[in-house]
């Protein structure tokens, strides 16, 4: 999802693996998933989202080692999940900056399906990624440039590192569950800057 890094002073890679998809996997992306199924409990807790987080992050990020991010709720606003840090930490060495993970209410009150969320949680962990390999100047620069002009190119290439690691059904589940949550020119917006569920299809095509 889209982040920002603001304050006063700040506005505002992968593990390697196999992605070829077949026609079975294909088909299987091409249905539908019930959202919120799939949960003992909801609104989701905040403490079960941050086991699921860093699972994932175990299982998918292993250079992220020792990362714990800190789980923030927010209302209101088009976004549901952002990837964060604290403003006044980004000019610290990065293993001393504190890293956010940001969900809105509605997200765990209304979850996508638990497949769909694991796939946006791994979008959202490239972010982190990212952020934790840049430097200080690094950094700053990245979050005027991300506050100042568009995000496409960027986001897209995050998704891209979300499919390449066999999240490709989960982020067309979600972005099926987003589109159902939007309007407007938020929803314009989504779909320009993010893998639309037809462009994933053809990404799975193209990377059989």
Not at 64 to 93: M, S, Y
Not at 101 to 122: S, T, Y
Not at 178 to 192: F, P, S
């Amino acid at each position: 999802m889209r982040n920002l890094i603001l304050s006063a002073f700040f506005l505002a890679f992968l593990t390697p693996v196999a992605y070829g998809a077949g026609n079975a996997e294909i088909g299987a992306c091409s249905g539908s998933a019930s959202a919120g199924a799939g949960y003992p409990e909801l609104p989701i807790p905040v403490a079960q989202l941050r086991q699921r987080v860093l699972s994932l992050k175990d299982r998918f990020f292993p250079d992220l080692k020792g990362l714990d991010p800190r789980i923030e709720v927010f209302q209101g606003g088009t976004d549901f999940l952002r990837a964060n840090l604290r403003p006044w930490t980004a000019f610290l060495p990065a293993d001393r900056r504190e890293y956010l993970l940001q969900v809105n209410q509605a997200l765990l009150a209304d979850p996508p399906p638990p497949l769909a969320l694991d796939a946006i949680l791994v979008h959202e962990l490239t972010h982190l990624r990212d952020y934790r390999g840049m430097s200080p100047p690094r950094l700053v620069w990245f979050g005027l440039k991300y506050f100042l002009f568009p995000i496409t190119a960027y986001e897209r290439q995050t998704d891209e590192n979300a499919l390449k690691l066999g999240q490709a059904c989960g982020l067309i589940a979600y972005r099926r569950w987003l589109y159902a949550h939007e309007q407007g020119a938020a929803l314009v917006a989504k779909r320009r800057d993010y893998y639309t569920p037809e462009e994933i299809l053809a990404w799975l095509r193209s990377n059989r």
